[in-house]
T-cell receptor, first 114, second 114 residues
Framework: EPEVTQTPSHQVTQMGQEVILRCVPISNHLYFYWYRQILGQKVEFLVSFYNNEISEKSEIFDDQFSVERPDGSNFTLKIRSTKLEDSAMYFC????????????FGPGTRLLVL | DQQVKQNSPSLSVQEGRISILNCDYTNSMFDYFLWYKKYPAEGPTFLISISSIKDKNEDGRFTVFLNKSAKHLSLHIVPSQPGDSAVYFCAASARSGGYQKVTFGTGTKLQVIP
């Protein structure tokens, strides 16, 4: 069964450093998303991406965040200058349609900012 | 903004009995409701959904009920099995510019005791 993969599974970084989280969506999917879950809290939508551009972003997704689909297979989330409060599990998802129930989630990258 | 609320952080049920997970929402614009299941170290997996025009949807052992007037939905699992032990997220979506943005609740950890 096709699956969304994410690398790395864990990332530890110093505050102020840049991090890039990588995702490989399912190959025929057209819509891509990033979510995050701070420990003990709900899963929060960050951004959706379709046709090589951001289609929607939440208030969390400020200028420190950016997304890119550099090569037609990878989908990346970059945090330019990490803050302590960026520590969370980051989930990538992809879907073939824009419908919510068609989203497949990756296993997540746990980011710890020290 | 707690638009989707799961007031029970955890639930324990005996194997074979019914598990009932509850969820409340506040946003009347939500037109689709979903339940996701999440195992440790994995991303959320779509389980079952219901459109706002329906009041019940059934899929095998899983049934979701929607009470729009009360802004309440519930997930019933009958009979519960030990493999159902996971965190269950209630989620809701509203179409926004052609894309269904998903808003998650905080999750309920279900433990099914053999």
């Amino acid at each position: 069964e096709p699956e969304v993969t994410q690398t790395p599974s864990h990332q530890v970084t110093q505050m102020g450093q840049e991090v890039i989280l990588r995702c490989v969506p399912i190959s025929n999917h057209l819509y891509f998303y990033w979510y995050r879950q701070i420990l003990g809290q709900k899963v929060e939508f960050l951004v959706s991406f379709y046709n090589n551009e951001i289609s929607e972003k939440s208030e969390i997704f400020d200028d420190q965040f950016s997304v890119e689909r550099p090569d037609g297979s990878n989908f990346t989330l970059k945090i330019r200058s990490t803050k302590l409060e960026d520590s969370a599990m980051y989930f990538c998802a992809s879907s073939v349609l824009s419908r919510a129930e068609t989203q497949y989630f990756g296993p997540g990258t746990r980011l710890l900012v020290l | 903004d707690q638009q989707v609320k799961q007031n029970s952080p955890s639930l324990s049920v005996q194997e074979g009995r019914i598990s009932i997970l509850n969820c409340d929402y506040t946003n009347s614009m939500f037109d689709y409701f979903l339940w996701y299941k999440k195992y440790p170290a994995e991303g959320p997996t779509f389980l079952i959904s219901i459109s706002s025009i329906k009041d019940k949807n059934e899929d095998g052992r899983f049934t979701v009920f929607l009470n729009k007037s009360a802004k309440h939905l519930s997930l019933h699992i009958v009979p519960s099995q030990p493999g159902d032990s996971a965190v269950y997220f209630c989620a809701a979506s509203a179409r926004s510019g052609g894309y269904q943005k998903v808003t998650f609740g905080t999750g309920t950890k279900l433990q099914v005791i053999p």
